[in-house]
């Protein structure tokens, strides 16, 4: 054995000491430091031979070998025994292990919890041996009965494997569950018995149902998200404030339910159609037409019933409600209906009209009672409300405008238009009652009031629902024939014709150019100017009205009944009429509907005439 130590650290580049090991046997080499060593390079190297080169190492049997042992205690057994005590009562588990060794590997655990009742789980295998592993256990928990579980396997042998539940639950009768598998030839076998309560057994029997499911109600509150185009946030004016000046607040969708008709891909029972389907009303063709016309009237205030002898209801785009003449078939009849609101039935089809004006008509051995009258609209105009002005302080939609206006009447507003934004300060108006300014308001986008005076509805439409150069690809709302056609009338109206307009506002206005697609856009129309064109949109909606209005028209006249499928017109109506086998169209310009008893037999005559307007075809 040689030892070398160094004292000191060595700092130079090359070793100073030279290691020769020429005489054999070798025993062995050993190095220590005493100290650390900090430089990057080894100061010592080792070299076998004079030459520096490798040589034999100096082993007898020119191999390297290692052998590890290691030696394991005695095969005695391990043991662990755990004991818990609670309330008097021992929690106890005990395990034993033999490895290679024909004894079993046994594991006991021992549970009682407050009761006399034995909770046990037992586990025994034999391993590399013919016998069986066995599981047992069994549980009882505040129970006067066992809960017992066995399982018991059997291996490449003619024996079953069986499996068994059995669970006591407060009655003698017992819920069971076998199942038997064998091998090698044995059937498999499930029996599932359930008793409660009583000492009779309850089967249960899946049954699956195939084909069409049954017709149901679906309920739900899941989210639905709005329809494209219900929700609309604009930003005009950058917020430089640090609190936010919107409050987005999202409840809980209310449930709502939907009827599922059945069937699977082909539905069990017939489908209704689909509402957006348009399907156009037209009056069946018949050789006759047999008819019983009926004219009622009550007064809405009371019911009581007001006898007419002649009725007159007309009503044109032009006009923001309804006008009309009544006959009183006495006096008393008039003094009733008197500044009071009429409900007229006329074929099963309702008209309301505030009498307003009655007037007296006398002649030699005759006397006639009579009144002029408008709509239920009519209602918020003078002498029912003052004209009063107005401006908008804060920005708003226009239907929000129009819903400030009339803000606690008792009517209700919807939009068949395009909204858009007004800003502060954009818009007013003076000495106008709020009939009259929502009328100025529809009129100033190019759109007109639609009045239900049923559930005192005001609907915004646009006065041209289908422009005239695109009536061809529409669907129209009633189609009328020569079967239907009482007299028909034409004529030709002249009117300068144009393809381009200039449409803007005011002080906050915008200034757009409106032409009709597919021109040059080279013949314009008078300019517009409104306060309310304060929008893209506002106008796009009015420059299209007055693109329709402009070039030569043809206005037919048509007069025809009232019947079950032929209800009033209505203006904007898009009315088709059949000519032989061709079908034009024209928008609804106005209607007038009479309806008369005759004095002499009291038949009563009820028609309607209809005012059509189309483009000219050019020839």
């Known amino acids: 054995m040689i030892e070398i130590r160094f004292s000191t650290p060595f700092v ?39 030459d520096g080169g490798p040589i034999d190492p100096p082993i007898d049997d020119n191999s390297i070998g290692i052998e590890l042992g290691l030696a394991w205690l005695s095969l005695d057994a391990i043991e662990q025994l755990t004991a818990l005590s609670n309330h008097n009562r021992a929690i106890e588990q005990a395990t034993e292990a033999k490895w290679q060794s024909g004894g079993a590997i046994d594991s006991a655990v021992t549970l009682i919890n407050q009761s006399g009742a034995l909770a046990q789980i037992h586990l025994l295998s034999l391993w590399e041996s013919s016998h069986s592993i066995k599981q047992q256990f069994s549980l009882a928990w505040a129970l006067p009965e066992l809960l017992n579980h066995y399982t018991q ?11 068994h539940s059995q669970l006591a639950w407060k009655t003698t009768p017992a819920i069971a569950s076998e199942l038997t598998q064998g091998y090698a030839g044995h059937d498999v076998g499930e029996q599932v018995s359930v008793s409660y309560r009583y000492h009779l057994s309850v089967g249960d029997e899946k049954g ?78 018949r050789r006759s037409y047999l008819m019983q016309p009926q004219i009622s009237c009550i007064r809405v205030s009371d019911s009581l019933a007001v006898v007419l002898t002649s009725v007159s209801i007309s009503q044109s785009r032009s006009q923001w409600t309804s006008s009309g003449n009544v006959i009183f078939s006495s006096r008393i009849d008039a003094e009733r209906a008197a500044n009071e609101l009429l409900r007229i039935t006329i074929n099963g089809y309702d008209f309301y009209l505030l009498c307003e004006a009655p007037s007296e008509r006398k002649a030699f051995g005759k006397s006639s009672y009579s009144a002029s009258g408008r709509g239920r609209f009519a209602e918020l105009s003078a002498p029912y409300f003052k004209a009063i002005n107005f401006v908008n302080p804060q920005a708003r939609s226009f239907m929000g405008l129009m819903g400030d206006i009339i803000e606690n009447m008792g009517w209700t507003l919807v939009s068949e238009i395009t909204d858009y934004n007004v800003p502060a300060n954009a818009f007013s108006y003076a000495t106008k009652t709020p009939a009259e300014a929502l009328n100025m308001m529809a009129s100033a986008i190019g759109a007109m009031l639609d009045i239900d005076n049923e559930t005192k509805t005001i609907t915004v439409i646009p006065q041209w629902p289908t422009v005239p150069w695109d009536v061809d690809n529409a669907v129209p ?8 056609i009482l007299d028909f009338s034409e004529k030709r109206e002249i009117r300068p014709d144009a393809n381009a307009v200039f449409v803007r506002g005011e002080q906050q206005g915008v200034a757009v150019k409106i032409k009709r697609t597919g021109t040059a856009g080279d013949n314009f129309a008078g300019d517009i100017v409104d306060k309310l064109i304060t929008d893209n949109q506002a106008a796009r909606m009015r420059g299209t009205v007055e693109l329709a209005n402009a070039g030569n028209k043809v206005q037919n006249s048509i007069r ?6 032929l209800p009033p017109m209505r203006p904007g109506m898009l009315v088709g009429v059949r000519k032989g086998t061709e079908v034009f169209k024209s928008v609804c310009d106005g209607f007038t509907i009479n309806a008369r008893v005759s004095e002499a037999t009291g038949v009563v005559t009820v028609n309607q005439t209809v005012t059509l307007l189309r483009n000219e075809v050019a020839a």
């Open 477 to 484: 709302d009633v189609i009328l024939h020569d079967a239907v």
């Open 12 to 50: 130079d580049v090359e070793s100073p000491i030279t290691l020769n090991l020429d005489m054999l046997p070798f025993d062995g080499l050993t190095l220590r430091f005493d100290g650390p060593w900090v430089a990057n390079d080894s100061p010592i190297s080792l070299r076998f031979g004079d």
């Open 153 to 163: 396997f059997t291996w490449l042998d003619d024996v079953g494997l069986q499996q």
């Open 560 to 565: 025809t009944k009232v019947m079950a499928d």
């Open 208 to 285: 699956v149902a195939w084909g069409p499911h049954l017709p149901r109600w679906i309920c739900s509150t899941n989210y639905r998200p709005p329809e494209p185009g219900l929700i609309k946030m604009r930003f005009s004016e950058p917020w430089t404030d640090s609190a936010s000046p919107l409050k987005l607040r999202f409840k809980v969708s209310p449930q709502y339910c939907y009827w599922d008709n059945g069937g699977g891909l082909i539905d069990a029972n017939p489908t209704l159609p689909n509402l957006d389907f348009k399907i156009p009303l037209e009056p069946q063709v």
